[in-house]
Structure formats: C-alpha cells, structure tokens
C-alpha cells in the first residue's frame, strides 16, 4: 500500500519539476531537489545527481519547443553557455571554501528584489 | 562579453547549488534587455552541455538513483511539454509577470530553507 502512494508521489513530483521547468525555463533542480530529499528520503548528494538525470531530458524537449516557437537566439546562448561552463567549474571549486548558507540568503535577497522590479 | 560574464556568474552561483538560472534570467533581462521568452530559452539550452557532463561523472561514481529516473520523467515530459507550450503562448509582458511571481517565491525559499539541518546518513 505505502509503495502504491510512493509510486504516485514520485509521478506527480516528475509533472511538478517538468511544468515548472517548462513555464519558467528554470527552477526543476530547485523544486526536485528538496522533494526528493524530503519526501523520498534521497541523500542530498544523489538527490543532486538524480535531479540532474531527470531535469537534461526535460530541458532538451522544453528547448525544442521553445526553438520551434523562434524565440531562441543561439548566438547569445552560446556566450552564455561558455561563461556558465567555465562559471559552473569555479563554483563547485569554491563551493566548500565559502559560506553557502550565507551567500543563498543574499541571492535570496537579490531575486526578490528582481522581482519586485520585473512588475514595476 | 558582458554576456560571457553574466553567464561566467551566474555558472558560479548554479555551481554552488543555489539556483543559477534563476538569478542568470533576470540578469539577461537587465543587462541585456533580452526578452523574457529568450532569456528563459539561453537558460534551458545551456544547461544542457553541462548537464550532459555531469551526468557521466554522476554515473560513474554510481549517485545516480536509476529506480527513481524512469518514473519522475514519465509525467516529467507532458509537464515539460504542457509548460513549454503554455510559455510560448502566454504575451511577454504577462509571461514576466508570472515569473517574477515565481522569482519572488524562489527568493523567499533560499532565504528561509534551513537546507544544512537534515543530512542524511552514507
């Protein structure tokens, strides 16, 4: 019986994240992330890889209709993709000589007030 | 290559495991004046390389829980599919709106999360 609710959490989490990902073009890793730490008692350092396996395939069929809806500029997303690439190494460098804790308080801060300004 | 650095940064900040797109959208839309639909689609694209690379060093190292996969992209893909077409539909100016709705949220929860407090035993 517990494995029958399990199996519909897991599908209704997957819908979740693709949805999210979908609608806002980011976000699935922040959404399934914790789901899958909380609710399915995922260790966080798989959790993180397992969210990654789930998000690719969901990112490159959202991409596709985005791309068939001409709204993708592909040089701009190369410049990005370089920078993010070699941005990504830096960070998981860094990531055990900071404060993390501290540092998502203030992205925390920073989108907020993103978004108040993306209404304004 | 201003577009390079927002991506450079906004890499450093995903890589650290706090949402990077989250913060590399807004950051187009800003710095670039890119529109909403674009800026969304630089961060689904480029996520991809990197995803595939992490992947295979996720794969070898065996933290990848396979049991799992299947069944969250099973309804992952028409979630995806039916977000995706819902983004493509919606204006520009109501599309921002909506995430900056979501942003707002997101910001919310990485400041408040208590993240470090549950660590899970090997």
């Known amino acids: 019986m517990k494995n029958s609710k399990c199996q519909t959490k897991l599908l209704l989490i997957g819908f979740v994240t693709g949805l999210i990902n979908g609608l806002f073009g980011s976000g699935g890793g922040t959404v399934l992330v914790p789901c899958l730490v909380f609710l399915m008692d995922v260790e966080d350092h798989k959790a993180h890889a397992t969210a990654i396996a789930i998000i690719l395939p969901l990112s490159i069929l959202s991409s596709i209709i985005y791309y068939r809806y001409n709204v993708v500029d592909i040089s701009l997303t190369a410049k990005v993709a370089i920078g993010s690439i070699l941005g990504g190494i830096v960070g998981s460098m860094v990531l055990n000589k900071l404060s993390v804790n501290v540092l998502r308080k203030f992205f925390g801060a920073v989108m907020i007030i993103a978004a108040v300004r993306m209404v304004l | ?122």
């Open chain 2, 1 to 122: 290559m201003l577009v390079v650095l927002i991506g450079f940064f906004a890499g450093i900040i995903g890589g650290m495991g706090i949402g990077g797109g989250t913060i590399l959208i807004p950051s187009l839309i800003f710095f670039l004046g890119t529109k909403q639909h674009t800026a969304q689609s630089v961060n689904l694209i480029s996520f991809i390389p990197t995803a595939f690379v992490a992947i295979l060093i996720h794969l070898r190292h065996k933290s990848v829980e396979k049991r799992l996969v299947l069944k969250l992209i099973l309804l992952g893909v028409i979630g995806a599919a039916l977000g995706s077409f819902i983004a493509v539909s919606l204006n520009a100016q109501l599309l921002k709106k909506v995430f900056a709705g979501f942003l707002f949220i997101m910001g919310l929860y990485e400041i408040f999360s208590k993240k470090n407090i549950k660590k899970k035993r090997g």
